[in-house]
C-alpha cells in the first residue's frame, strides 16, 4: 500500500561452522545505529534490526532537561506530601477520638465508698459501755450489706487517758480502750475475707505531753542529744496563738527558760517534722502498719504539720482589733508548701507496699486550687484522695451546689480523683439542718458523680447531733456529732448491754434505727443501699461525665460509657416543681429513657413505663435517674 512502510525481516546467513552463528559474535548486541533501514520503491520501509530504544546518554540527556526534573520534583512532593497528610490525620484521630476504657481500669479506692466509724460510739461488744473494735467487726456484715468497700477507722491509738482523740502515747499501738492490737488484728482479718478495706487515721503534728518523746525532748541537755529538737522549742516566743486560745508557746517544766510550740493544746506539744529523726520515725509508723496488712491512711491535721524555720511573728488581719486566733494571718503556721514534699515521701513508702492509698484533710479555709496541691505538686505524686469539707448553707439551690461540684471538677488536675464528703465526727450532721429529702438529693448527687464519696456513720438512717450536747472549743471527745449508733429499739439502742453508755443515745432511736429501716422498702437505709448498687454499673464507675441543666432551681448530669448505658442525674432543689427539656443540654440524652432511681417526692415514676426527657418534670426536693443505650458516634 503506497505511504506504508514495510519491516523486512533480517536475512539469516548461516556460518561456516557446521551451520551454527559463529560463536565470536554470537551474543553480540547491535546498536542503533547498526539497523539498516531502507525504503522500498512503493515507500515501505524495510530494517535489519527491531528498534530497542534510546541509549544511556541519549536517556540521560533527555532526563536532564528542565521539564523533566520538575515534573521529578512535583511527584516526589505529592508523595512526600501525600504522607505527611496520612500521618497527620492518624495521629488527629488518636488524640480527638474517645479513648477506649476497660472496665478494670479503677482502683478499688475510686470504686468504693468509704464509711466513716467513730469507734468509741459505733458498737461496745464488752459491755463497758464503750465501743471498740470488736465491735466493729461484729458489724461486717452489716457495712458489706449497705454497699460500702472501705472503712476509715476513727484515732485508735494509745493515748493518754485524756479527754480527747489526739493525746497519742504511741503511734504504733493500739489503745486497750478499744481493744489493742489484737482486736486491729480479727478487724483486718475478718474485713480482707469479706473484701473490705481498713483505713487507719495517721496523725503526723504533735503527741501528748506525757509520751516519752517528749519526756525525752525535754530531759535532753545538750544540742546534740537525739531527742532535743523532735519538738519545736524556742527561747524568744512569737506572737503565733493556738487554734484553741491564748499563746502557741507553753513554758517547759524542766528546759528552764525554753518554750515548746503547741497550735492546738498546751498538752499536745508539736513535732518538728523538719527534724530528719522525725521523719524517719514517722515513715517507720507507717510502714509499721503497712506490714500489718493495713490498706491506707488518713492523714490529719495535716496543713499544721510546718511552721516558719525562721519563727516569724504572724501579721495580723488588716481589719482584726482583737488578739485571739482569728484575727491574724498564719501564713507561718498553716499550709507550708514543705507539706507536699512529706506526702511525696508519703506516696513513695505507700507505692513500695503496693495498692495503698493515702487521704488527708486539707484545711477547710484554703481555696479549691490550694486544696488540689495535695494531689501532687512539682510532677511529684502527693495524696491520693484530698478529703475537702462539705461547705454551702442549708438553702444551698441548684446554682449553689452547681458550684460547689464545679469547683472541685473544674479545677481537678489532670488524672487526679475527687472526693465528696458527707459527714464525719468534726462536722454538724446532715440531718440536723437539712431536711430527709435534701439528704436523699445530695446522696444521689455524690454517689453518681465521678469520685470517692465519705460516707459518716448513721448518716444512713438519718442520725441528727445529740441535743443534749453542744459544740465544744476543745478537742474533748463529747461532740454532738459523735452519737451511739442506733441499730434496734432496745433501751440501749443495740449499741451496748452496759447501763452506763459514754455517751445518751439519741432521741429518737426507738423509732429511727437500723432495724426498723431494714423492714422499710422506701427507707433512707434502703435508699442509700439502692444509690451503692447502681454506683456499681461500669458507666458510673469509669464513664465521662457532662453537666447538662444547671441553673437556680435544678442540678443534673450525664454519665456515659461506649457500649453501656448512658444516663441522666436531674435533681431539682428547689420547693416547688420544675419541668426542663433536657435533650437541649447535652447531644447524647435520648427523648425516650428508662426509669431507674428516684429519691421519692410528689412525681410518681413507673419503670414500666418510658420517661419522656424532653418534657420531663420534678418534683420538690426530687431526683431520679433516668437511662439509655449509649454508643458513642464515629467521627
Not at 473490705?196 to 506525757?210: E, R
Not at 419522656?612 to 437511662?627: A, F, H, R
Request: overall charge negative; proline content about 5%.
Amino acid at each position: 500500500m503506497s505511504g506504508s512502510y514495510n519491516i523486512e525481516p533480517l536475512a539469516y546467513k548461516p556460518s561456516s561452522s557446521a551451520g551454527y552463528p559463529d560463536e565470536k559474535n554470537q551474543h553480540q548486541v547491535r546498536s542503533p545505529d547498526d539497523i539498516d533501514v531502507k525504503l522500498s520503491d512503493n515507500n515501505t520501509a524495510t530494517s535489519v534490526a527491531p528498534f530497542r530504544g534510546m541509549g544511556k546518554e541519549e536517556l540521560l540527556q533527555h532526563s536532564s532537561k528542565p521539564f523533566w526534573r520538575r515534573l521529578r520534583m512535583i511527584c516526589i512532593s505529592i508523595i512526600l506530601l501525600g504522607w505527611l497528610a496520612l500521618i497527620i490525620t492518624v495521629v488527629a484521630l488518636v488524640l480527638i477520638y474517645p479513648k477506649c476504657k476497660s472496665p478494670d481500669s479503677r482502683t478499688w479506692w475510686q470504686n468504693e465508698v468509704v464509711y466513716r466509724i467513730y469507734v468509741r460510739s459505733f458498737k461496745d461488744s464488752d459491755g463497758n459501755g464503750v465501743g471498740d473494735l470488736d465491735g466493729v467487726t461484729s458489724k461486717l456484715d452489716y457495712i458489706k450489706d449497705l454497699g460500702v468497700g472501705v472503712i476509715s477507722l476513727s484515732p485508735s491509738y494509745e493515748d493518754d487517758g485524756s479527754d480527747g482523740d489526739f493525746h497519742l502515747m504511741n503511734h504504733m499501738k493500739i489503745d486497750d480502750a478499744v481493744g489493742g492490737d489484737q482486736a486491729l488484728n480479727r478487724l483486718i482479718t475478718q474485713a480482707h475475707e469479706k473484701g473490705l478495706k481498713i483505713i487507719l487515721d495517721f496523725i503526723p503534728t504533735h503527741t501528748s505531753d506525757q509520751s516519752d518523746w517528749f519526756r525525752w525532748s525535754q530531759e535532753a541537755k545538750y544540742r546534740n542529744d537525739s531527742y532535743r529538737n523532735v519538738y519545736v522549742w524556742t527561747d524568744t516566743p512569737t506572737n503565733w496563738k493556738s487554734m484553741y486560745g491564748g499563746s502557741a508557746w507553753n513554758e517547759s517544766s524542766v528546759r528552764t527558760g525554753e518554750h515548746y510550740l503547741h497550735q492546738f493544746l498546751h498538752n499536745q506539744p508539736d513535732l518538728n517534722v523538719r527534724s530528719p529523726q522525725v521523719k524517719e520515725k514517722l515513715n517507720e509508723i507507717l510502714v509499721y502498719w503497712l506490714n500489718k496488712s493495713v490498706d491506707g491512711f488518713y492523714i490529719r491535721n495535716s496543713a499544721y504539720m510546718f511552721e516558719d524555720y525562721d519563727l516569724r511573728d504572724e501579721p495580723k488581719l488588716q481589719y482584726a482589733d482583737g488578739d485571739d486566733y482569728g484575727d491574724y494571718d498564719h501564713k507561718y503556721t498553716k499550709n507550708l508548701p514543705e507539706i507536699y514534699d512529706m506526702f511525696a515521701r508519703w506516696r513513695t513508702t505507700m507505692d513500695e507496699h503496693m495498692n495503698r492509698v493515702l487521704m488527708a484533710d486539707p484545711d477547710p479555709t484554703s481555696s479549691v486550687k490550694d486544696m488540689v496541691k495535695y494531689y501532687g505538686h512539682f510532677q511529684r505524686d502527693g495524696v491520693q484522695l484530698p478529703i475537702r469539707k462539705r461547705s454551702f448553707p442549708s438553702n444551698c439551690g441548684g446554682k449553689c451546689i452547681g458550684k460547689y461540684v464545679s469547683d472541685w471538677m473544674n479545677n481537678l488536675p489532670s488524672g487526679r480523683w475527687p472526693t465528696w464528703l458527707f459527714g464525719d465526727e468534726t462536722t454538724e450532721r446532715f440531718a440536723s439542718n437539712h431536711n430527709e429529702s435534701f439528704i436523699r438529693s445530695f446522696a444521689m448527687l455524690t454517689m453518681l458523680l465521678p469520685g470517692t464519696p465519705v460516707l459518716y456513720y448513721g448518716d444512713e438512717i438519718n442520725m441528727m447531733d445529740l441535743a443534749t450536747l453542744t459544740p465544744s472549743s476543745n478537742t474533748s471527745r463529747l461532740q454532738p456529732m459523735r452519737g451511739l449508733m442506733q441499730w434496734d429499739d432496745t433501751p440501749n439502742g443495740g449499741f451496748t448491754n452496759s447501763s452506763m453508755p459514754w455517751l445518751p443515745l439519741g432521741a429518737d432511736h426507738q423509732t429511727n434505727n437500723v432495724k426498723n429501716q431494714s423492714a422499710k422498702g422506701d427507707s433512707l437505709l434502703s435508699f442509700f443501699k439502692n444509690l451503692t448498687t447502681l454506683r456499681k454499673e461500669d458507666t458510673f464507675r469509669i464513664g465521662e461525665y457532662y453537666p447538662a441543666a444547671v441553673d437556680d432551681n435544678v442540678f443534673s448530669f450525664v454519665r456515659e460509657f461506649d457500649g453501656k448505658k448512658g444516663y441522666l442525674v436531674a435533681i431539682n432543689f428547689a420547693s416547688v416543681p420544675q419541668k426542663r427539656d433536657y435533650t437541649k443540654f447535652h447531644s447524647t440524652i435520648q427523648s425516650t429513657a428508662s426509669f431507674d432511681l428516684t429519691t421519692g417526692g410528689s412525681e410518681s415514676f413507673d419503670s414500666d413505663i418510658d420517661v419522656d426527657t424532653s418534657d420531663l418534670t420534678l418534683g420538690p426536693m426530687q431526683g431520679v435517674v433516668v437511662s439509655w443505650d449509649f454508643v458513642a458516634k464515629e467521627l
